[in-house]
């Protein structure tokens, strides 16, 4: 089979089982080279299965996989000669400083011991970790461990970097600056599967999305033709006089459809996912004389995008196939 | 994941967009490392794990101590007339237990690793395969020779003279660290296999410890059932404890040190293959 040089990634129809359960049930992706491609999809939808089968750290049961043109078979050395993961669990060493981490790593991948020195701190300082390089990791916190986590990744930088939940668990300043890390790694050139079980985070930074649920890719596409697809975004209006919600809720369902009557008795939503429309219909709002304390246009959230695109919600999901994840992991 | 780190200054703390850009661009792939380096390697990183975890160490060495102090001092009367003539008998034997205790902790050190995600990282590196493997068990040897070490420098100070002096001394723990290194391989394998670092440990002793006991280590198997002596006197635990008792009094026989490493290769023939195939299998 000839590999397509232009695709970082090419997988037809990869199946794993553990057991009984089928982690993974004939899965295809596309990922051009350069992009920043999202695996979405709740716990255990098969994603974590399916990164370690393109790492090459489990071997498909059935289906095939080029990665940068090596057969994820017959050419797994040559898969990880070109690439990097960062798993779920952060793939460094508890029990060794941060700076012995990333030492290890440079010499594991040829560097000489006054290169993998000088690299390990190049790497410390450009991810702030300058004065936590001689602590044991098992004493860092979640953001840092992230960050040395894709630091051991670009010890040497890869043509492809494997990213599974990278900011699952990381307050909101540790996922801001792992998402700037991901996009100086973009900016660079370096290709990207990111595996995440939010739907913002797919938005802020991928090309192109693939939804997986049970096994299968259920959706395919831009961020955008994904929330398309899936029907809207919701505008939430809060009022400042709650006897004004009747009227607000004539004008919005008039104006954009759907209305729903939020338990706050100054709050209501409508389905929209137009910003232009919904400005518009905040215009007819104030025009009615109805006083608004604050209004968002919200986007799907990923409950949202499951709830459209299979009929249960991603909790289900997670539920139902909690195990399958635990023993693929 | 721990939230309680304290805070730090926001200067030196967060990532530097720019300075990741031009840490990513500086750096070309260098050639790959040879199988000995990759191995000597990850025999670097077990060397840290001492360094930082030094309780490994003393969880390993004082079972040994406890056990000469015990058996010199509680049985060596009785069993071979005095204190001093059973030290003389006992320590080479309690040095091949001391060390064989310790390669339980491969496979536990084995299996913890897998545990964690950083088996992922090695896993997924262009490296020879075995070295993760290869390496821990070349850093478990120095493990091996510090316990010995502690062992013999105990009973030195308890009186043991050991005819063949110092050559001997180290010739016999360079023949007990050879064959703990081809028993490690069964422990990795089973820490490989089972679920848990403890019931890598649990499975680990209850083969390793009536196997130590069924020997030559603590009595003459002379005054033992017929059924009993004869197992004693198979059992490759006796023939090594023989050696080193040899090794170190200067009376050895080249045929149960030829035994001894056939034992330890036939080990690592079979277990490292395995052990090998069932971590690139995940």
Known sequence: MAADTTLAIEATGLVKSFGDTRAVDGVDLRVRRGAVYGVLGPNGAGKTTTIRMLATLIRPDAGSAHVLGHDIVKDADGVRGAVSLTGQLASVDEDLTGRENLILIGRLLGLRRQAAKDRAGELLAAFGLTEAAGKLVKNYSGGMRRRLDIAASIVVTPELMFLDEPTTGLDPRSRNQVWGIIRALVAEGTTILLCTQYLEEADQLCERIAVIDRGTVIAEGTPSELKASVGSGALHVRLIDPEQRLAAAQVLERELGTVELEADPTALSASCSDADRAAEAVAELTRAGVRIAGFSLGQPSLDEVFLALTGHTAQDAADESTSTEEQAA | MSTTAPPQPAATSEADEAAVRKAISSISRPPRPSAAAAALTFGWRGMLKVKHVPEQLLDVTITPVMFVLMFTYLFGGAIAGSTSEYLHYLLPGILVMGVLFTTVYSGVALNTDLTKGVVDRFRSLPIWSPAPLVGSLIGDSVRYVLGGTVIIVLGLALGFRPDA????????????????????????????????????????????????????????????????????????????????????????????????????????????????RLYRKG
């Open chain 2, 165 to 276: 002096g110092i050559v001997g001394v180290l010739a016999a723990l360079g023949l007990v660290v050879v064959f703990s290194f081809g028993l490690s391989w069964v422990f990795t394998t089973l820490g490989l296999l089972l679920r848990s670092p403890s019931a890598v440990m649990n499975a680990g002793f209850m083969g390793i410890f009536p196997l130590t006991f069924l020997s030559n280590v603590f009595v003459e198997p002379d005054t033992l059932p017929k059924a009993l002596e004869a197992f004693v006197d198979v059992n490759p635990i006796s023939i090594l404890a023989t050696a080193s008792r040899g090794l170190m009094h200067g009376n050895a026989q080249v045929s149960d040190i030829v035994i001894v490493l056939a034992v330890a290769a036939a080990l690592t023939l079979i277990f490292a293959p395995l052990t090998t």
